[in-house]
């Protein structure tokens, strides 16, 4: 397969993940693409996924095994370097594409090539695969090309960030010039090269867990102080407006940390 037939690569970094992984496997062969890879890095597992990997045959999965866990930004970076399509999609080993989600965004870039990302909406989805909740974006009502003022406003005014990796797709030579950048900061990036195309329709299913409200808590503790979003204000805003916006984020941040130990609600 050469590279002018591969129009998406999509990244997975797997540990772990045999519980899910298979839900998986079948979103990626039922998005109806055709001309894909499927790049799965597997980060040092110990349930069986490594073993289970290596009996995948389609010649559409390529699999990368890591000798060692070093970390799923570690990981991320292989499997964008190991990238042949002209767009590239991140996805976690226990979330799933909806419907044409991928047809469209892929879409989307090909109609607007002065665009390198293509994003819509998340779809929250509990551990039986029950949807329960679809995020909306400030600011943007319906499908087409967007401003960058326009989604970078709606990505730091929001009071919650309506967006996860794996709603937005890329396209894969933009990626290497922004290297080990990835989630946020990534999207953030691909926003700040021009205007964004936008699909007013869920583009991902997004796996939340019971348990995950002890690690939001000290996710929530570990992001606060590390500053992230004061940084991302300093970094892809106008200076005139980066001081108040990372001052607003700042507390609106320390308001998420305290929410989060005293509410009982999932985060």
Not at 189 to 216: E, H, K, W
């Amino acid at each position: 397969m050469s590279n002018s037939e591969l129009s998406v690569s999509i990244v997975t970094a797997t540990f772990n993940s045999m519980r899910f992984f298979e839900k998986t496997k079948q979103s990626v062969f039922s998005a109806g693409v055709e001309g894909f890879e499927w790049i799965v890095v597997d980060d040092g597992s110990s349930d069986g996924t490594r073993e289970y990997l290596q009996t995948l045959t389609d010649p559409r999965i390529k699999v990368h095994l890591k000798e060692r866990n070093t970390g799923i930004g570690d990981s991320y970076e292989i499997g964008v370097r190991l990238a042949r399509g002209k767009y590239l999609l991140i996805l976690d080993h226990d979330d799933t594409i909806p419907g044409s989600s991928l047809i469209d965004r892929i879409d989307a870039l090909e109609s607007h090539p002065e665009s390198n990302v293509a994003f819509g909406t998340v779809a929250y989805m509990d551990e039986g695969d029950r949807i329960y909740q679809v995020s909306k974006f400030p600011f943007l009502k319906h499908s087409g090309l967007v401003p960058s003022a326009r989604v970078l406003a709606g990505v730091f005014f929001a009071p919650a960030y309506p967006l996860k990796q794996g709603c937005v797709v890329l396209r894969t030579a933009f990626v290497r010039t922004v290297p080990r950048i990835f989630d946020i900061a990534l999207f953030l990036s691909g926003v700040r090269s021009g205007p964004v195309a936008f699909i007013d329709q869920p583009c991902l299913n997004y796996r939340t867990f019971r348990n995950q409200f002890s690690s939001s808590r000290k996710m929530r503790l570990i992001k606060f102080f590390h500053f992230y979003w004061a940084r991302y204000a300093f970094q892809y805003l106008p200076w005139l407006v980066s001081v108040p916006v990372a001052l607003y984020r700042t507390a609106l941040e320390l308001a998420k940390v305290l929410w989060c130990f005293i509410s009982p609600k999932r985060v």
